[in-house]
């Protein structure tokens, strides 16, 4: 194949106070006319610097060493700022991370479509401005939104905008830095499944720069794993997933959740990337598990093994063969009688914005954004509230932990009623709940060390702890004493996120409310930090909420889920019954879109009846846009609520109608797929 | 970086001045000479600072008298010695009166909210509307004649101008502060509105305080000469900088030196904590709010 751009022996270094960094090394690989290749590794890996320098970008701090960038026979890394002008948008362009920071929030969207047409003078001859934009928006699956601003459209629909724009004047090669991961899960498969279309139809190659590998499964041709800055792996997408040949490879792998029901023995990587700490030899020797001393003092180079695939490890043969998967039979764990009800909430409304004087004296009321909650949580028990963004799980969370005070309805926490509002809970209720929010950089508070994080809750709540409770309770969570003395930025996220478990641990808590704890961590740290819920489950019988958008995670851990649609319970099941057999439409819905390992050419099935809205609190909120609507009875009428043996499904069909004329799809096989459903 | 991490990092022992910008060199060594030649001035002066008769009044400059003599024949040098630690005293303790005042308000008025900073908030734009020579005069007027010329009133004036504006930058600090799940989990703890605003907010808005804290001080040596050049500030004969270029301002032709003197002295003392000011902002990565 004829290769459209090729990079050899990139080396770029981040200059800072304390002298430069090598970020990027000796990365080399080549992109052929029309083809996907995909990017992955963890964050701080360099993977996006090196994806903006082929266009030609690099930060004011960035240097680069050496290395070449050919792309059509010219060095992108010598072209002047005015010729890369030109080339970028036209021939090489960009789809961004964060449409919503991407987007310019004054101007109208199709102007911003004009501009980048005007800018290249790419407007097809004989067609007008206008044409050519409606037929953009057109490609991209988007009616004409032209006259648009950027806060009128969703997350989905804004990422289909800088994809209309980055298309618009026909480019060799489209860079995509991370384009779907601040949406849902199902944006997230139509837009790869928009890009997928798109590459049919134009031609065009494309690097996708991301840390999912199930997304790359999906589409790229060949994936290029990096870590601390060196490629160490480049093969075929099919075989990279089937049968990594680079331990880090491996590991990756491994580290992502799937629902085949095995349980991996020390699945995933251990340790974290740390830049100072790098042997001589093989960056990822103090992380491997096949590493041997010469490791430590041989670099290890990217290699052709196979006639398409290049592994950067001396050890690759022992790597790639074959493992006989632990398979662990999951238990279906019966309790032994009847557990006690710790937490209950009936009859749950939530609003935001309590109503003012003169809406009180009109009667007018701000929307409930949560309807009708009901949940129960028995002790030592997790429960995973799981949903699409905005669909009100972390609004729950707050109810339960009385920073929200609920409009209607009951918590109850060992039988006796929680007071609404925070300030009227007592210290010893307070204690009973703890929180963990998602964002470790955010909930410890950086001006104190370690050792005052974790003792004001002790001091606070006078709980009489022996000298070692501090140390203990750090290799609980698998850290050590010498964290103490550290501030909370000289940590990982996955360390800072222990400590905030650990804090909250510390005062001996019923209930723990993990919100969407696990979202702003890498793959591998994530499996880390599952691990260590699992063993604090199993150890301090401690019940948990868990609120998640991904019900791979969740079914590792959880024995039950609560399915959330704007701010409705759609279904509640235990972990297992959801995965064989879901029967809810959205639960369906969500299991089908979560990308899984395998290339699964996944095309969503279109709502029954797209034209009858929801109306919030009327009928079902699934209305319009579920496969299975009834009809109008839908989008009138509140969906019953059918009790099962272990849970509940709301929706008009009733249970065995849902499971008879299921969806073409066999079920066991969504199960192998599920990913996320963020 | 933050303050707390940057002070106990390796790096801030072992090349702490290599690592400062070069602003805050110049503004450090600026202020430590005027503080050396403050703490000398307090103890030692060649004549006496109010001390009549030590030479010739009006003659010039000369070894004796590096700043000439002033009317009635005090040594302008001895009074311009003497004078440092007053002026940096009465700066110092007017700033942190303010700063005290002004951080306690502003933090509990972003944190707190409702009806409390409402009230707040219009008190402070009231009186920052009036411009703060005014305000200060009127103050010193309603302190009446029995407190009128102590550094007590002049200190308290200065304290009095600055809390109101320094009440807003902690007040925009602390709301934003406020939102930071660090606090959520303190008042998820049952902690007490003191406890979150002295021990999550006020570390974290240490910054923008600091920053705060050395751009009023530099402008406070020009407040206090201010009200001295216009009768309003310390009690002659005390020799308070801006009051001794008030004094002197008559014989600007006859011996320029006694006034520029003073007013040299008054000028590096600013320059020197702006630099200071300009340089620890970049250090904290912070910038300095604009205006007095």
Same mark, same amino acid.
């Given at each position: 194949?004829?290769?459209?751009?090729?990079?050899?022996?990139?080396?770029?270094?981040?200059?800072?106070?304390?002298?430069?960094?090598?970020?990027?090394?000796?990365?080399?690989?080549?992109?052929?006319?029309?083809?996907?290749?995909?990017?992955?590794?963890?964050?701080?890996?360099?993977?996006?610097?090196?994806?903006?320098?082929?266009?030609?970008?690099?930060?004011?701090?960035?240097?680069?060493?050496?290395?070449?960038?050919?792309?059509?026979?010219?060095?992108?890394?010598?072209?002047?700022?005015?010729?890369?002008?030109?080339?970028?948008?036209?021939?090489?362009?960009?789809?961004?991370?964060?449409?919503?920071?991407?987007?310019?929030?004054?101007?109208?969207?199709?102007?911003?479509?004009?501009?980048?047409?005007?800018?290249?003078?790419?407007?097809?001859?004989?067609?007008?401005?206008?044409?050519?934009?409606?037929?953009?928006?057109?490609?991209?699956?988007?009616?004409?939104?032209?006259?648009?601003?950027?806060?009128?459209?969703?997350?989905?629909?804004?990422?289909?905008?800088?994809?209309?724009?980055?298309?618009?004047?026909?480019?060799?090669?489209?860079?995509?830095?991370?384009?779907?991961?601040?949406?849902?899960?199902?944006?997230?498969?139509?837009?790869?499944?928009?890009?997928?279309?798109?590459?049919?139809?134009?031609?065009?190659?494309?690097?996708?720069?991301?840390?999912?590998?199930?997304?790359?499964?999906?589409?790229?041709?060949?994936?290029?794993?990096?870590?601390?800055?060196?490629?160490?792996?480049?093969?075929?997408?099919?075989?990279?997933?089937?049968?990594?040949?680079?331990?880090?490879?491996?590991?990756?792998?491994?580290?992502?959740?799937?629902?085949?029901?095995?349980?991996?023995?020390?699945?995933?990587?251990?340790?974290?990337?740390?830049?100072?700490?790098?042997?001589?030899?093989?960056?990822?020797?103090?992380?491997?598990?096949?590493?041997?001393?010469?490791?430590?003092?041989?670099?290890?180079?990217?290699?052709?093994?196979?006639?398409?695939?290049?592994?950067?490890?001396?050890?690759?043969?022992?790597?790639?063969?074959?493992?006989?998967?632990?398979?662990?039979?999951?238990?279906?764990?019966?309790?032994?009688?009847?557990?006690?009800?710790?937490?209950?909430?009936?009859?749950?409304?939530?609003?935001?914005?309590?109503?003012?004087?003169?809406?009180?004296?009109?009667?007018?009321?701000?929307?409930?954004?949560?309807?009708?909650?009901?949940?129960?949580?028995?002790?030592?028990?997790?429960?995973?509230?799981?949903?699409?963004?905005?669909?009100?799980?972390?609004?729950?969370?707050?109810?339960?932990?009385?920073?929200?005070?609920?409009?209607?309805?009951?918590?109850?926490?060992?039988?006796?009623?929680?007071?609404?509002?925070?300030?009227?809970?007592?210290?010893?209720?307070?204690?009973?709940?703890?929180?963990?929010?998602?964002?470790?950089?955010?909930?410890?508070?950086?001006?104190?060390?370690?050792?005052?994080?974790?003792?004001?809750?002790?001091?606070?709540?006078?709980?009489?702890?022996?000298?070692?409770?501090?140390?203990?309770?750090?290799?609980?969570?698998?850290?050590?004493?010498?964290?103490?003395?550290?501030?909370?930025?000289?940590?990982?996220?996955?360390?800072?996120?222990?400590?905030?478990?650990?804090?909250?641990?510390?005062?001996?808590?019923?209930?723990?409310?993990?919100?969407?704890?696990?979202?702003?961590?890498?793959?591998?740290?994530?499996?880390?930090?599952?691990?260590?819920?699992?063993?604090?489950?199993?150890?301090?019988?401690?019940?948990?909420?868990?609120?998640?958008?991904?019900?791979?995670?969740?079914?590792?851990?959880?024995?039950?889920?609560?399915?959330?649609?704007?701010?409705?319970?759609?279904?509640?099941?235990?972990?297992?019954?959801?995965?064989?057999?879901?029967?809810?439409?959205?639960?369906?819905?969500?299991?089908?879109?979560?990308?899984?390992?395998?290339?699964?050419?996944?095309?969503?099935?279109?709502?029954?009846?797209?034209?009858?809205?929801a109306i919030p609190g009327v009928g079902c909120p699934l209305a319009g846009r579920c496969p299975r609507q009834v009809g109008s009875l839908c989008a009138e009428t509140r969906p019953p609520v059918q009790v099962s043996d272990n849970g509940f499904i709301r929706c008009h069909l009733a249970a065995d109608e849902l499971a008879t004329h299921a969806s073409p799809a066999d079920h066991?096989?969504?199960?192998?797929?599920?990913?996320?459903?963020? | 970086?933050?303050?707390?991490?940057?002070?106990?990092?390796?790096?801030?022992?072992?090349?702490?001045?290599?690592?400062?910008?070069?602003?805050?060199?110049?503004?450090?060594?600026?202020?430590?000479?005027?503080?050396?030649?403050?703490?000398?001035?307090?103890?030692?002066?060649?004549?006496?600072?109010?001390?009549?008769?030590?030479?010739?009044?009006?003659?010039?400059?000369?070894?004796?008298?590096?700043?000439?003599?002033?009317?009635?024949?005090?040594?302008?040098?001895?009074?311009?010695?003497?004078?440092?630690?007053?002026?940096?005293?009465?700066?110092?303790?007017?700033?942190?009166?303010?700063?005290?005042?002004?951080?306690?308000?502003?933090?509990?008025?972003?944190?707190?909210?409702?009806?409390?900073?409402?009230?707040?908030?219009?008190?402070?734009?009231?009186?920052?509307? /009036?411009?703060?020579? $005014?305000? @200060?005069?009127? =103050?010193? #007027? %309603?302190?009446?004649?029995?407190? *009128?010329? !102590?550094?007590?009133?002049?200190?308290?004036?200065?304290?009095?101008?600055?809390?109101?504006? /320094?009440?807003?930058? $902690?007040? @925009?600090?602390? =709301?934003? #502060? %406020?939102?930071?799940?660090?606090? *959520?989990? !303190?008042?998820?703890?049952?902690?007490?509105?003191?406890?979150?605003?002295?021990?999550?907010?006020?570390?974290?808005? $240490?910054?923008?305080?600091?920053?705060?804290?050395?751009?009023?001080?530099?402008? *406070?040596?020009?407040?206090?000469?201010?009200?001295?050049?216009?009768?309003?500030?310390?009690?002659?004969?005390?020799?308070?900088?801006?009051?001794?270029?008030?004094?002197?301002?008559?014989?600007?032709?006859?011996?320029?030196?006694?006034?520029?003197?003073?007013?040299?002295?008054?000028?590096?003392?600013?320059?020197?904590?702006?630099?200071?000011?300009?340089?620890?902002?970049?250090?904290?990565?912070?910038?300095?709010?604009?205006?007095?």
């Amino acid at each position: 194949m004829q290769k459209l751009i090729e990079v050899r022996n990139l080396n770029i270094a981040y200059g800072g106070a304390a002298g430069w960094t090598n970020v990027v090394q000796g990365v080399s690989f080549e992109i052929a006319r029309g083809e996907a290749f995909g990017l992955v590794g963890e964050s701080g890996c360099g993977k996006s610097t090196v994806a903006y320098r082929l266009l030609g970008y690099g930060t004011i701090n960035s240097l680069v060493q050496t290395g070449e960038i050919i792309f059509d026979g010219t060095d992108l890394l010598k072209l002047g700022a005015t010729a890369l002008t030109r080339l970028r948008g036209d021939r090489i362009a960009l789809v961004p991370q964060n449409p919503t920071t991407s987007l310019s929030p004054g101007m109208r969207v199709g102007t911003q479509v004009r501009e980048m047409i005007a800018t290249h003078r790419a407007l097809p001859q004989g067609m007008t401005m206008e044409a050519r934009i409606v037929e953009l928006f057109a490609l991209v699956g988007l009616p004409d939104v032209g006259h648009c601003y950027p806060h009128e459209l969703s997350g989905g629909q804004q990422q289909r905008v800088t994809i209309a724009m980055a298309v618009a004047c026909n480019p060799d090669l489209l860079v995509l830095d991370e384009p779907t991961t601040g949406l849902d899960v199902t944006t997230q498969r139509q837009i790869i499944q928009l890009l997928a279309d798109l590459r049919a139809r134009i031609g065009m190659a494309m690097l996708y720069v991301t840390h999912d590998l199930a997304l790359l499964a999906q589409i790229a041709d060949r994936v290029g794993v990096m870590y601390a800055g060196q490629l160490v792996e480049v093969a075929p997408c099919e075989e990279l997933l089937s049968a990594p040949a680079h331990p880090y490879s491996r590991g990756l792998i491994a580290s992502i959740p799937t629902t085949d029901g095995a349980e991996r023995q020390g699945r995933g990587l251990r340790g974290v990337l740390r830049r100072d700490q790098m042997s001589t030899g093989c960056k990822f020797e103090p992380r491997c598990d096949f590493a041997t001393t010469a490791c430590r003092t041989m670099p290890q180079v990217l290699e052709p093994v196979t006639d398409a695939r290049s592994v950067a490890c001396m050890r690759w043969r022992d790597v790639v063969a074959p493992q006989a998967p632990v398979l662990v039979k999951r238990e279906n764990k019966k309790i032994i009688g009847e557990p006690a009800r710790l937490l209950s909430v009936a009859d749950l409304n939530l609003s935001y914005g309590r109503p003012g004087l003169f809406d009180r004296l009109l009667g007018r009321t701000s929307p409930s954004v949560v309807r009708d909650i009901d949940l129960e949580l028995y002790a030592g028990e997790v429960v995973a509230l799981v949903g699409e963004s905005g669909s009100g799980k972390s609004t729950i969370a707050r109810a339960i932990s009385g920073r929200l005070p609920p409009r209607t309805g009951i918590i109850r926490l060992d039988g006796a009623a929680l007071a609404p509002a925070l300030k009227d809970r007592s210290v010893e209720e307070l204690r009973q709940i703890q929180y963990i929010f998602q964002n470790p950089d955010a909930s410890l508070n950086p001006r104190r060390r370690i050792r005052s994080i974790l003792e004001r809750p002790i001091d606070h709540f006078g709980i009489k702890v022996d000298e070692k409770a501090l140390e203990s309770v750090l290799e609980n969570v698998g850290l050590h004493a010498g964290y103490l003395d550290r501030f909370p930025e000289q940590l990982s996220g996955g360390e800072r996120q222990r400590i905030a478990i650990a804090r909250a641990l510390l005062v001996n808590p019923k209930l723990l409310i993990c919100d969407e704890i696990l979202s702003a961590l890498d793959v591998s740290v994530q499996a880390r930090i599952v691990e260590l819920l699992r063993s604090l489950k199993e150890k301090h019988a401690v019940a948990m909420l868990f609120i998640s958008h991904d019900l791979a995670v969740v079914q590792e851990f959880a024995d039950r889920v609560a399915v959330l649609y704007r701010g409705e319970l759609m279904q509640l099941a235990d972990i297992a019954t959801l995965l064989d057999a879901p029967l809810h439409p959205y639960t369906e819905m969500l299991l089908e879109a979560a990308p899984g390992l395998r290339r699964d050419h996944y095309v969503s099935r279109p709502p029954a009846f797209p034209v009858s809205k929801a109306i919030p609190g009327v009928g079902c909120p699934l209305a319009g846009r579920c496969p299975r609507q009834v009809g109008s009875l839908c989008a009138e009428t509140r969906p019953p609520v059918q009790v099962s043996d272990n849970g509940f499904i709301r929706c008009h069909l009733a249970a065995d109608e849902l499971a008879t004329h299921a969806s073409p799809a066999d079920h066991s096989d969504f199960a192998g797929q599920v990913r996320s459903i963020s | 970086m933050t303050l707390a991490t940057f002070i106990s990092s390796r790096r801030f022992k072992v090349d702490l001045w290599r690592a400062t910008p070069g602003p805050f060199k110049v503004g450090a060594v600026i202020l430590v000479a005027h503080g050396l030649f403050a703490v000398l001035g307090f103890f030692w002066t060649p004549y006496g600072y109010a001390e009549m008769g030590a030479g010739l009044p009006l003659s010039g400059i000369s070894w004796q008298h590096p700043m000439g003599l002033d009317q009635i024949g005090r040594d302008v040098f001895s009074r311009f010695m003497h004078g440092a630690h007053i002026v940096l005293l009465l700066s110092f303790a007017g700033t942190m009166l303010g700063m005290v005042t002004g951080t306690t308000l502003g933090l509990l008025s972003g944190y707190v909210g409702g009806w409390f900073d409402e009230i707040t908030q219009r008190i402070v734009e009231a009186m920052i509307s /009036i411009p703060f020579l $005014a305000l @200060a005069l009127v =103050m010193i #007027i %309603a302190a009446g004649p029995a407190l *009128a010329g !102590a550094p007590v009133l002049i200190v308290f004036v200065v304290g009095l101008v600055y809390a109101p504006r /320094i009440t807003r930058i $902690a007040r @925009a600090a602390a =709301m934003e #502060i %406020a939102t930071r799940e660090y606090v *959520a989990v !303190a008042e998820l703890r049952g902690e007490g509105t003191w406890s979150i605003v002295f021990r999550e907010i006020l570390p974290n808005a $240490a910054n923008v305080l600091l920053v705060e804290f050395s751009l009023r001080l530099s402008y *406070a040596p020009i407040l206090i000469g201010a009200l001295g050049f216009l009768g309003f500030g310390i009690r002659p004969p005390t020799p308070e900088w801006g009051l001794m270029i008030s004094e002197n301002r008559n014989l600007l032709i006859a011996s320029p030196v006694t006034v520029f003197g003073p007013g040299l002295g008054l000028a590096s003392l600013v320059i020197g904590f702006n630099l200071f000011t300009d340089g620890l902002s970049r250090m904290l990565g912070q910038r300095p709010v604009a205006g007095a």
